[in-house]
Nanobody, 113 residues
Framework: VQFVESGGGLVQPGESLRLSCAAS????????MYWFRQAPGKERELVAS????????YYADSVKGRFTISRDNAKNTVYLLMNTLKPEDTAVYYC???????WGQGTQVTVSS
């Protein structure tokens, strides 16, 4: 199993990014999927999750109303749309499922003016 996260970058506060998580040797449609992030010096934290059908989602309070998780099972990909980004969103973002698979490299998101 391999997860490849992409779409990160350097943006200014208030801007948006869409992260992608492409999976190989793994069928995204068969599992709930999760986005995590890890900021420097902090533990990895759960940001959002989506059920197998996409009908149920969860968001951490810190991102609720700004981030949207979605999935495209045909593309075997999960997305995280991040709007109104804040400096405190700066972190490396990862995707995974349960039971946990090997972590990918993540994608760096930096929000700074």
């Amino acid at each position: 199993v391999q997860f490849v996260e992409s779409g990160g970058g350097l943006v200014q506060p208030g801007e948006s990014l869409r992260l992608s998580c492409a999976a190989s040797r793994f069928t995204v449609s068969s599992y709930a999927m999760y986005w995590f992030r890890q900021a420097p010096g902090k533990e990895r934290e759960l940001v959002a999750s989506i059920s197998i059908t996409g009908g149920t989602t969860y968001y951490a309070d810190s991102v609720k109303g700004r981030f949207t998780i979605s999935r495209d099972n045909a593309k075997n990909t999960v997305y995280l749309l991040m709007n109104t980004l804040k400096p405190e969103d700066t972190a490396v973002y990862y995707c995974n499922t349960t039971p946990w698979r090997p972590w990918g490299q993540g994608t760096q998101v930096t929000v700074s003016s």
